[in-house]
């Protein structure tokens, strides 16, 4: 390849705000990092990974296998698996027995089932070892190339890299090992990686190599490359990595940023060159690899106690059998003249009638084996497989849209799905879209845009009802003809907003749509801003939209317009909003950002360049980003974005003049259940500038341990003295169906619990928007009282929210109106508090009283402690169903974990029991397809228990009649054949295939679902 073939950008990325302010420059002052100590033992030798195979490093290939079984271990590792199961082993002794002459039946008949039912367990286990087998070598063949030597490359399969192999991995191919970047098809080295598969996330993250490396940008640059590099031994963190490149006699501090993990893909770069550091099981993505949680329904678990006491039976009749026997063969053989009692064995003699009746034990044993059910879990397996066909092909729970159907992903727990009592969701991307509509805004006090988002339709629609209500009491109890006509005043006035509203929909439906923008009001479109007072503070406003981000502009070739690249869909709808209102950013370059601004006074729009000097992060401890921007006339702005509380708690004294309107502003979006961000700004000096900027590049380049506490101090030092600009509300739309699901899952009895990191405002309003508050619901809120002193704030905390969730336990007691409902909403810090030990058992008592539960500013560790909380203290089946990897935890914890296959990747989809493509799936796979698998699954059980507890006791029954000698009163053929084939079949048809009422009697009727949480068909 070329050096005048390849498509390269002539500018120097470095400078770019991302990189400048993150490039590993190596300081003399600091060296390398230490890596001495154990962790941190690793040795590869770069371009000679020969070196690297042997002895003492000898490092695995990498050759990946997720299978149970190989071809040597199959066979016992299987058998092992089969025989762990109580029936399965206690049949594996009676064929055993069989084979003596105690054996009531012929060995053939003991043997055959039990090989039929363990052979067909064996082979559903080999066929979905052998699917993850393919699945493997799928993987490990898939080619990259590779440098053989003397500058050429060619490719290999995955499986045949080696540590210190040098790799080029082009557009859109999976990194196949975990790699150092050592340049790209950019001039300074950067690529753009999309981890969906490692965490879930969609937007792409940029990698950066070390400038040192950066010349090997050609295939022949690598025919005499050789280096070192000492860093830290595998481990599963995705996002730490310490190490050091030993290059050019010269030492190099390695962070995150040049490491290329497995499993990541390649986006909008041409190529790469890199460096394996760990491979196969080395990988941090397969150190990750963690098997999921077993789960067993809790019908599964009273079958086990079922069978136990079926085998307590069976001993019990084989006892009294065999003290019949001894009984008989004492006194009654002496008289039976015609079996010949002087020539006898041990196994009926008349002088020793307790050693025969010994041996009897065992014949009885086997012959009342029938009790236990030989094949009940292979065919529990069939039929759980085929309902999940059904599931998985019912076309009801398809979604057009993404093309995605509903997938049981784990058979195990199809009945468990009609069991459920309580069902834990987030709500970003779950109940809502996560696709972000910028509605609102406050800009210098003044409040823009006159849409209505849906929780205010909800509200209107529901004051309308009420007054509509209260007009009817009033014509019923015949008041004055003035009252009358206020009534109708009222609500005339109350129609004509709802009137607004609708008008607003229409008119919207009748100008072209576009996505993430839902913006209506006159005064800041086609250029009427510049007439609003002021003009000066909109316009700084729309500059901060359309360059306080990290996203990256593709032009869309069909629409002439630009998409973006976002990081999250709250910033893609920023810059949508801004390209409306005429500020579109249209270009970056490594130094700068373009924004082309339309002014009525000018026909064509004016491009103006920005230089982005540096870009503090977004991060969910800081809670805000900005960036650092030079423009055109030279001044320097720090352009500061973040949650209200942050942005507040830094204004400067002469940067509040518009925060009570402001807030008033924030505090009505929320209550309209829009998501907030303030915005700010600052004016720097050169040299103030100056003097921060090396302290920032200092902390930046510093690899010690307190490097995240240094930035965290530098940042800290800029982002100050902020002067307010306005706020900004976007709307994340309820998905289609959400509120009727919710409505039908509550009269199916269900309690349904939302853990979201929105405020508590916008978290109530939008649990009005989706049917999970209802009016007349009475609200416990439990909050923290932050007016403590500080030595004793912990226990005067405890001793607060100890107290109020005291007296809404008590709100509830003294509830005289049975029909009454009661929903608890609590925050993030008092939920902290409330899952303490000495508390949380009163938390969760009040909870459970409760119809609905909304949990606002919670962490993904406490949505896992808050569902372990609801399923260790109820004991009862919990759901939990999310969409994101920060719901992982909480989908693993719970008896059933439902994925939401959205926009925030499949990590949540990978770690569930069942996905499903919209929230309003859950409603038809509980309500239909759990109440039919629970009923059909309990239904067969007891048929099984009852077919063979009647076979079993009408072989003793015939014993009676026999003398207790054994002997079997039906066919040994028959006997074979009425569990395996005879009785099998019609059950498992009965499993898969009975339907007690339809769906649409079962969506009709939800009440009908109570019948597997108070478990009516296997109690």
Request: contains cysteine; negative net charge; charged residues 25%.
């Amino acid at each position: 390849m070329s050096r005048a073939g390849r498509a390269r950008r002539k500018l120097r990325w470095s400078n770019l705000y991302t990189f400048s302010c993150l490039h590993p420059h190596v300081l003399e002052s600091e060296g390398p990092h230490s890596l001495e100590g154990p962790g941190f033992s690793r040795i590869v030798y770069c371009n000679q990974s020969h070196l690297d195979q042997k002895k003492p490093l000898k490092y695995p290939s990498n050759y990946i296998s997720t299978t149970k079984y190989n071809v040597i271990t199959f066979f016992p590792k299987a058998i092992f698996e089969q025989f762990r199961r109580v029936a399965n082993l206690y049949f594996l002794m009676a064929a055993i027995l069989s084979l003596t002459p105690i054996a009531p039946f012929s060995a053939v008949s003991m043997i055959a089932p039990l090989s039929f039912v363990v052979g067909l367990s064996m082979a559903k286990e080999a066929l979905e070892d052998w699917r993850r087998f393919i699945q493997d070598m799928k993987v490990n063949t898939r080619k990259v190339s590779m440098h053989k030597g003397d500058g050429t490359f060619c490719c290999i399969p995955w499986q045949k890299i080696q540590v210190g192999d040098v790799v080029r991995v082009e557009k859109d191919q999976f990194f196949p090992a975990d790699l150092l970047l050592l340049s790209s098809s950019y001039e300074d080295g950067i690529c753009y990686v999309e981890t969906m598969n490692l965490d879930g996330e969609t937007n792409l993250k940029v990698k950066r190599s070390l400038e040192v490396t950066l010349p090997l940008d050609e295939d022949a640059d690598f025919k005499d490359f050789t280096g070192t590099i000492r860093c830290e031994d595998p481990n599963p963190s995705l996002y730490t990595f310490v190490g050091n490149l030993e290059y050019d006699q010269r030492v190099y501090a390695l962070d995150p940023s040049q490491i290329l993990l497995r499993d990541s893909k390649l986006r909008n770069t041409t190529h790469v060159y890199g460096v394996v550091i760990f491979t196969g099981h080395d990988s941090k993505v397969m150190q990750n690899a963690t098997k999921s949680p077993s789960k067993r329904s809790a019908v599964e678990r009273k079958m086990d106690k079922i069978i136990y006491i079926l085998c307590t039976l069976l001993v019990l009749i084989s006892l009294i059998s065999s003290i019949g026997f001894a009984v008989k063969t004492k006194f009654g053989m002496p008289d039976w003249w015609y079996l010949q009692p002087e020539d006898t064995t041990n196994l009926y003699n008349p002088s020793k009638p307790m050693l025969s009746g010994t041996f009897h034990l065992v014949t009885a044993l086997i012959l009342y084996g029938y009790l236990i059910p030989i094949s009940l879990y292979v065919s529990i397996e069939v039929v759980k497989v085929l309902q999940a066909m059904f599931i998985n092909q019912d076309i009801n729970m398809y979604d057009e849209e993404t093309s995605n159907p509903a997938e049981a992903r784990t058979s195990n727990l199809n009945e468990e799905l009609g069991q459920v009592d309580t069902i834990l969701s987030d709500k970003t991307g779950t109940l809502t879209c996560n696709q972000m509509d910028f509605l609102k805004c406050s800009i210098a006090g003044v409040a823009y845009g006159v849409g209505s988002s849906e929780v205010e339709i909800a509200a209107a629609k529901q004051m309308a009802f009420e007054e509509d209500a209260e007009i009817s009491g009033s014509m019923h109890n015949n008041n004055d003809h003035d009252s009358w006509e206020n009534s109708v005043s009222d609500v005339s006035g109350s129609g004509i907003e709802l009137q607004t509203v609708i008008t607003s929909e229409n008119e919207k439906e009748q100008k072209p749509i576009i996505k993430g923008f839902g913006f209506e009001d006159k005064r800041l479109m086609d250029g009427n801003w510049l007439k609003e007072p002021n003009s000066d503070t909109i316009l700084l406003f729309f500059r901060i939209l359309a360059l306080c981000h990290t996203a990256i502009p593709e032009l869309n070739e069909e629409t002439g317009s630009f998409n973006y690249e976002a990081e999250s869909p709250d910033e893609g709808a920023f810059l949508v909003a801004a390209r409306e209102f005429g500020f579109e950013f249209c270009k970056r370059t490594q130094t700068s950002v373009f924004i082309r601004e339309r002014y009525p006074s000018s026909e064509h729009p004016i491009e103006r360049e920005f230089k982005i000097l540096n870009l503090l992060e977004f991060s969910s401890k800081r809670k805000r980003m900005s960036v650092i921007v030079q423009d055109e006339n030279g001044e320097i702005l720090l352009l500061c974005k973040g949650a209200d509380s942050i942005i507040f708690d830094r204004l400067a004294k002469n940067g509040r003049t518009y925060l009570e309107e402001t807030s008033r502003h924030l505090s009505e979006y929320g209550e309209a259940g829009l998501r907030t961000l303030a915005l700010g700004y600052r004016k720097l000096e050169v040299a103030e500038y100056s003097n921060w900027n090396s302290e920032f590049l200092k902390a930046k380049t510093n690899v010690g341990g307190d490097r995240e506490v240094m930035l965290e101090q530098v940042s800290d030092m800029m982002e100050k003295d902020l002067i307010l600009v306005g706020a900004t509300a976007v709307e994340d739309k309820l998905q289609k169906g959400v509120p009727e699901c919710i409505d039908k899952l509550a009269q199916a009895g269900l309690k349904i619990w939302v853990l979201t990191g929105d405020k508590m405002e916008t978290a109530i309003n939008i649990g009005y928007a989706c049917s999970l508050l209802r009016q007349g619901m009475k609200q416990i809120c439990i909050t923290m009282n932050t007016g403590s002193v500080a030595q004793d704030a912990n226990k005067a905390a405890k001793e607060d929210i100890m107290m109020q969730i005291t007296n809404g336990s008590e709100m509830i007691k003294m509830e005289k109106d049975p029909d009454a409902a009661f929903a608890l909403v609590i925050d993030g810090k008092t939920l902290a508090y409330a899952l303490e030990d000495d508390i949380k058992h009163q938390f969760l008592s009040l909870a459970v009283d409760c119809a609905s539960v909304i949990c606002c500013r919670v962490s993904p560790k406490q949505k896992a402690l808050v569902t372990r909380l609801v399923k260790v203290g109820t004991r009862k089946t919990t759901l939990a169903i999310g969409d994101g990897a920060n719901d992982v935890g909480m989908i693993q914890e719970a008896d059933i974990g439902v994925g939401i296959s959205g926009v925030e990747g499949m990590q949540a989809v990978m770690a569930s029991d069942f996905s499903i493509a919209q929230f309003r799936f859950l409603q038809r796979l509980l309500v239909v397809h759990g109440h039919w698998c629970y009923k059909r699954i309990s239904q067969m059980i007891c048929y099984f228990f009852y077919k063979n507890i009647l076979f079993g006791l009408t072989l003793f029954y015939f014993e009676a009649y026999t003398g207790f000698s054994g002997q079997s009163v039906y066919d040994d053929w028959y006997m074979l054949l009425f569990n395996v084939i005879l009785t099998s079949l019609p059950v498992i048809s009965l499993g898969v295939f009975e339907q007690d009422v339809s769906s649409d009697v079962c969506l009709q009727f939800p009440a009908l679902y109570q019948q597997g949480p108070r478990n009516l068909f296997f109690d």
